[in-house]
T-cell receptor
Framework: DAGVTQSPTHLIKTRGQQVTLRCSPK?????VSWYQQALGQGPQFIFQ???????QRGNFPDRFSGHQYPNYSSELNVNALLLGDSALYLC???????????????FGPGTRLTVL | GQNIDQPTEMTATEGAIVQINCTYQ??????LFWYQQHAGEAPTFLSY????GLEEKGRFSSFLSRSKGYSYLLLKELQMKDSASYLC??????????FGQGTELSVKP
């Protein structure tokens, strides 16, 4: 049973560029959330996708956008990259209601983004 | 506002017991989670509390008091591999999961 997968594992970009990160949820999960984790901090919620729509959003600017596909996989797009966007970006999926502990996040390995 | 507090760092000895505390202030409450995160890896789910009391799972136990806005994670028979960051996360009513900054636990021989 494959867990949450993310690609790429590492990425280096320069200021002003755009980046797309990808995530495939754990089998049996239909909800995908994205988090940003700075060094030494806990994950910060970016947004959550369910049924191909953004359902909840954290305090992140519109430069951060996403998408969910019919197979539940998801993308995180960040435009006009800033130095402060350097972080570990985590994707998490959660189980279909009634099939596990509600709202439990199962995290992927993350994408380490460095903005120079 | 919404706030979660946990100690930044703790050190303990192999074989000992350690308790990591977490206090929270959120707009409503719909569950508290503990996650373990080894350096350079993703967080992994440890425990979930939604009602007051103690939940035991092997060497790990988690306690919740909703009236006090307080939880702790208890690790028994510490092993070197338990060295990691431990994240407390709270789910407010109708809101997104909020994580604390994490407690970096170092287990020494």
């Amino acid at each position: 049973d494959a867990g949450v997968t993310q690609s790429p594992t590492h990425l280096i970009k320069t200021r002003g560029q755009q980046v797309t990160l990808r995530c495939s949820p754990k089998s049996g999960h239909d909800t995908v959330s994205w988090y940003q984790q700075a060094l030494g901090q806990g994950p910060q919620f970016i947004f959550q996708y369910y049924e191909e729509e953004e359902r909840q959003r954290g305090n992140f600017p519109d430069r951060f956008s996403g998408h969910q596909y019919p197979n539940y996989s998801s993308e995180l797009n960040v435009n006009a990259l800033l130095l402060g966007d350097s972080a570990l970006y985590l994707c998490a999926s959660s189980p279909i209601p009634g099939t596990g502990v509600p709202d439990t996040q199962y995290f992927g390995p993350g994408t380490r983004l460095t903005v120079l | 506002g919404q706030n979660i507090d946990q100690p930044t760092e703790m050190t303990a000895t192999e074989g000992a017991i350690v308790q990591i505390n977490c206090t929270y202030q959120t707009s409503g409450f719909n569950g508290l989670f503990w996650y373990q995160q080894h350096a350079g890896e993703a967080p992994t789910f440890l425990s979930y509390n939604v009602l007051d009391g103690l939940e035991e799972k092997g060497r790990f136990s988690s306690f919740l008091s909703r009236s006090k806005g307080y939880s702790y994670l208890l690790l028994k028979e510490l092993q070197m591999k338990d060295s990691a960051s431990y994240l407390c996360a709270v789910k407010p009513l109708g809101g997104k999961l909020i994580f604390g900054q994490g407690t970096e636990l170092s287990v020494k021989p």
